[in-house]
């Protein structure tokens, strides 16, 4: 992987977020021609500027809504492999503006796939969630072919982007005249709840946890104590993404489609389990719980990674307990001062070696 992506021009979208800045680290880490198209990073601090991405990709900050500005910068940039993460990723944030969520999903998405049909880029991976599926709310890990319908409108929006995806893939980038009529070979990529240093926005677990125990010295309040979420270290859909993206750019017509990278399926824990392993790690925190359900989630969801395991030959690298001692190192060692990126890079190197 790390010969293939050498030397490569890849663009990543929503670079300046989470999964994207990871996802931008460990591409320069592999030697990639890298550029980035996305808002400004929307927390203070971010793991954009920690790791000084600004410095080492050529990027440009805008809206994945504006079609002219983001084609123009595909067109200028030639990228050979696009990953497409810019989104509006919170549940509970869509509920208070369902239309930005829409537009950013839904019309972000489609606006990367008509740049990629109109520039000729050869492939395109493109990130949905593992929240696209119609939740049933039994214990059943999702596949790929199970129904789409999203319940919240952050869910629905990324289930009606996965549909663009297949339409798109069966209407321009059909696999079946791949080389005839086109030479794109495009995906889409559903992960489970990701975990890992860096990750500083509002009502996800992690980071809510990092500032009442290592910021405010508070107790943490936890709405969902029994909600089941199929959690993994951000690497390990990273590098799913990172294969399919070689896979389709070397032409493998078979890996168009829909993926899942999901954690095995005794790595899919309550929330209450996960924090009480996060106290263990960072050695302080106390919690309560304290119901909230007036904004409809999930409470039990699970991602089938059987498919991108026989098909791929990816699966998970971290358990759970790795990948929460690997998140509570990087934020001790953020808040202690010391060198993160440095931490950041071995972290990747130990990963992807390993």
Request: a positive charge; hydrophobic letters at 35%; aromatic letters at 12%.
């Amino acid at each position: 992987m790390k010969e293939f992506y050498k030397g490569k021009r890849v663009l990543v979208t929503g670079h300046t977020g989470f999964k994207g800045a990871w996802l931008c680290q460990i591409l320069l880490d592999f030697g990639a021609q890298l550029a980035g198209y996305s808002l400004k990073p929307n927390t203070e601090p971010n793991l954009f500027t920690i790791l000084k991405l600004d410095q080492k990709v050529k990027h440009k900050i805008a809206d994945i809504r504006d079609f002219e500005t983001l084609d123009k910068f595909i067109k200028t940039f030639k990228p050979e492999i696009i990953f497409h993460l810019a989104a509006q990723p919170i549940v509970r944030a869509s509920y208070d503006d369902p239309k930005y969520t829409y537009e950013a999903n839904v019309l972000g998405t489609l606006n990367v796939l008509e740049s990629i049909r109109l520039n000729k880029v050869p492939a395109g991976v493109i990130i949905t969630t593992d929240k696209v599926y119609k939740n049933l709310e039994k214990d059943i890990a999702y596949k790929e072919d199970d129904a789409l319908c999203g319940w919240d409108p952050y869910s629905n929006s990324k289930s009606c982007a996965d549909l663009v995806v297949y339409s798109y893939q069966q209407s321009f980038f059909n696999p079946e005249k791949y080389g005839q009529e086109h030479k794109t070979l495009i995906s889409s990529a559903r992960s489970g709840n990701v975990i890992g240093g860096g990750d500083w926005a509002q009502d996800r677990l992690i980071p809510d946890v990092m500032r009442a125990f290592l910021v405010d010295h508070k107790t943490l309040e936890i709405r969902s104590p029994r909600a089941v979420r199929p959690w993994q270290h951000v690497f390990e859909p990273l590098s799913g993404y990172l294969l399919l993206g070689q896979r389709l750019h070397q032409g493998e017509i078979d890996k168009a489609g829909a993926w899942n990278f999901g954690p095995f399926d005794a790595d899919m824990q309550e929330v209450e389990s996960v924090v009480k392993l996060l106290i263990d790690d960072l050695g302080v925190g106390k919690y309560q719980i304290k119901e909230d359900h007036t904004k409809h989630e999930a409470n039990l969801l699970k991602l089938s990674n059987k498919k991108a395991s026989t098909q791929l030959h990816w699966q998970p690298r971290f358990s759970l307990k790795e990948a929460i001692r690997e998140t509570a190192r990087w934020y001790k060692t953020y808040y202690a001062g010391k060198d993160v990126l440095k931490l950041s890079k071995e972290q990747i190197k130990r990963f992807f070696n390993d």
